[in-house]
């Protein structure tokens, strides 16, 4: 099974920009796509991003020009390099692989506000 561990929230004003990581461990030889997901107070959990194991990526498209997802075999990492954030991207911010069959880790709350 794959364990995952997301990192790089913060509170960040509109405009700004953030990088999350998510560290993956375990039977990680299974991964094929990775992705991020983010879920708002209220809200359903909602695919951000996703990458490919080739490194071919999708994105929401209420994130297109501004997120970027990228990958690091080696290190086992995703990240998410958010910019222009604007106060509708606040939410908590999982990765998961791509469709998400792995538990779901803690998340990490990233928030847009002046």
């Known amino acids: 099974q794959v364990q995952l561990v997301e990192s790089g929230g913060d509170l960040v004003q509109p405009g700004g920009s953030l990088r999350l990581s998510c560290a993956a461990s375990?039977?990680?030889?299974?991964?094929?796509?990775m992705g991020w997901y983010r879920q708002a107070p209220g809200k359903q959990r909602d695919m951000v991003a996703h990458i490919t194991q080739g490194g071919s990526t999708n994105y929401a498209d209420s994130v297109k020009g501004r997120f970027t997802i990228s990958r690091e075999n080696a290190k086992n990492t995703v990240y998410l390099q958010m910019n222009s954030l604007k106060p509708e991207d606040t939410a908590v911010y999982y990765c998961?692989?791509?469709?998400?069959?792995?538990?779901w880790g803690q998340g990490t709350q990233v928030t847009v506000s002046s």
């Open positions: 998961n692989e791509y469709p998400p069959f792995a538990p």
């Open positions: 375990g039977n990680i030889f299974s991964i094929r796509g």
